[in-house]
């Protein structure tokens, strides 16, 4: 896939998430821009395309969803060299797929963050990040399909193999997890052999994998598998195959990474003449957009011109790398800081998000919780009493409202209504809630509970309210409740345990108000 049909992507992909009203759809389609814009070489418009991702996911309550972004976030800023940034995304990721349940979520997140840890030079810890998914519940994941079929196994395929073949020769930056690498040594090696039967059968396929554009991924493992077994030819056909296939594509970033691959393999058999040539237009290529790849590009290109005795033209270029490293730098942290300013989006859409979420479950009057929020409650007291430990529910009815509003004006309803709720949260202990659940009827859940304990809370609250002067919001007011109880059991559903405490809050009017009344068949 050449440079022109990515862009043409993009832009299809960028149309189709404006056009599309459902946010899960949206979400979806944003991460795949995103995708596409780190294809194209732009972190800064993938790292966009990220955040509106997150932002869409928010409005879902889809957790695995949400997971996703925050993958999708991870590996941009894992391509802008921000570590710290994508390993804190791919921490939360993973909590969402745990908290969803979602094995597919989980396994997803580790072989994203297998990749992240391969970026920066961490081989090892990228295997047994790999080969612990394997083993654990969670790799059932990988054999699950999603939008995208078969392509999370075959990403680990890709990913199990490079990690794997580099971490058993040695290379990385974590050589100190060498001796658990050691511990699982027979594991890592029979899965590598499974990994690169797989991606063998995926190379010489009819159509290669599902998503084309990372064939140069799997030849890039294939290459790393094929060093590994000593088989320095067949990763040199590999290493050609791939930089072939990357000058046809017109993606800078994509023909780059080909290049270097193959000066480093190069390096190995001594080739210093191919390895400079190699390291050199990789170079060339990586600037302007991926800094820190043309420097070590140039510094293969010195270390080639070293081993060819050609001393001074390798000095030059080191030379040359340290009054640029000034410059280097200040683009890194400029990319960095560009990076960081749109994930402060993220940060603010998550804030906007909990925002929206609590005031849709707030009464804006009285500021206690809503009907809706009661009934999420409810909901698990309900499955709390189905595992044996049973709760009340208790519906609170203000006697004579309307009279209220037409003697003394709605201001003054509203007030009794604010001030009812907040003596009544004075009278109840924090495990339990209080809801308005309409007009001037509130709910209240009193968790673990039994129907005497329950009853006697109730009889203090009625008698709190009975006591408390008005007369500062109109002379002559006084408020009592009329109180309907019901236990909280597993063998009722939550709406008929409601309609028994709606039918025993009336038995309490009916008994001349102001009194406290149980259902039937509670005690």
């Known amino acids: 896939m050449n440079a022109q049909t990515l862009a ?3 832009l299809q992909l960028q149309q189709a998430a404006e056009r599309e009203p459902d946010p899960a759809r949206r979400a ?18 993938a790292m966009t395309h990220a955040v509106a991702c997150l932002d869409d996911a928010r409005r879902t309550a889809d957790l695995s969803l949400q997971a996703k972004a925050h993958v999708t976030i991870a590996l941009v800023m ?79 395929h890709v990913n199990f193999t490079k990690a794997a073949a580099c971490a058993l020769m040695g290379q990385g930056t974590d050589q100190d997890r060498a001796e658990q690498l050691e511990q699982v040594r027979s594991e890592i090696e029979a899965q590598l052999a499974v990994s690169v ?13 599902a998503t ?24 040199r056909t590999l290493a050609d195959e791939r930089v072939n296939l990357s000058e046809h594509s017109g993606v800078d970033a994509q023909l780059a990474r080909a290049l270097l691959g193959r000066a480093e393999l190069l390096a190995l058999t001594g080739a210093w003449a191919d390895v400079a040539r190699d390291a050199a237009r990789a170079s060339a290529l990586f600037r302007g957009q991926q800094e820190l790849r043309a420097v070590h590009a140039r510094q293969q290109v010195a270390a080639a011109l070293a081993a060819q005795g050609h001393w001074r ?81 208790a519906l609170l009815d203000i006697d004579h409202f309307k009279s209220v509003n037409d003697r003394f004006g709605h201001a003054a309803g509203d007030e009794v209504l604010r001030r009812v709720a907040r003596e009544v949260t004075l009278a109840i202990r924090e495990v339990d809630t209080l809801a308005r659940y309409g007009g001037e009827e509130f709910l209240l859940l009193l968790e673990g509970l039994r129907v005497d304990e329950a009853r006697r809370v109730c009889l203090r609250i009625g008698e709190r309210l009975a006591d408390l ?21 597993g063998e009722q559903s939550p709406e008929e345990i409601l309609k028994d405490a709606d039918a025993a809050m009336y038995a309490a009017k009916s008994a001349g108000r102001d009194t406290v009344r149980e259902a039937p068949h509670v005690s």
């Open 469 to 489: 002067g008005w007369a500062e919001v109109a002379p002559g007011l006084r408020v009592t409740a009329s109180i309907g109880v019901a236990l909280v059991t």
């Open 78 to 156: 894992a391509e802008g060299y921000d570590e710290v940034g994508a390993a804190g995304h791919f921490r939360e990721a993973e909590a969402l797929a745990r908290s969803a349940r979602d094995a597919r979520g989980v396994a997803l997140v580790n072989v994203n963050a297998a990749h992240h840890d391969m970026e920066r030079g961490a081989y090892v810890t990228g295997a047994l990040r790999l080969n612990a998914l394997l083993r654990s519940p969670y790799g059932e994941g990988l054999r699950q399909s999603d939008e995208y079929g078969p392509e999370l196994q075959q990403t680990f």
């Open 8 to 10: 043409r992507e993009l």
């Open 212 to 235: 084309r554009r990372w064939i140069h991924e799997v030849l890039d493992a294939l290459t790393a598998a094929a060093t590994q077994r000593g088989d320095l030819r067949r990763a």
């Open 28 to 45: 979806l389609t944003r991460r795949d821009a995103a995708y596409t814009a780190l294809d194209l070489g732009d972190t800064a418009l």
């Open 313 to 393: 033209e390798a000095y030059e270029v080191q030379r040359t790398l340290t009054e640029e490293t000034e410059g280097i730098y200040r683009a890194f942290f400029q990319q960095g800081a560009r990076l960081r300013a749109i994930e402060r989006q993220a940060q603010e859409a998550e804030v906007r998000a909990r925002a929206f979420a609590e005031a849709a479950l707030r009464d804006p009057l009285t500021g206690i919780p809503n009907r809706a929020a009661a009934l999420q409650r409810l909901e698990q007291l309900w499955a709390a009493a189905k595992r044996g430990r049973p709760s009340v529910v």
């Open 197 to 209: 039967a797989a991606l063998e059968r995926l190379q010489s396929s009819v159509d290669p994998p």
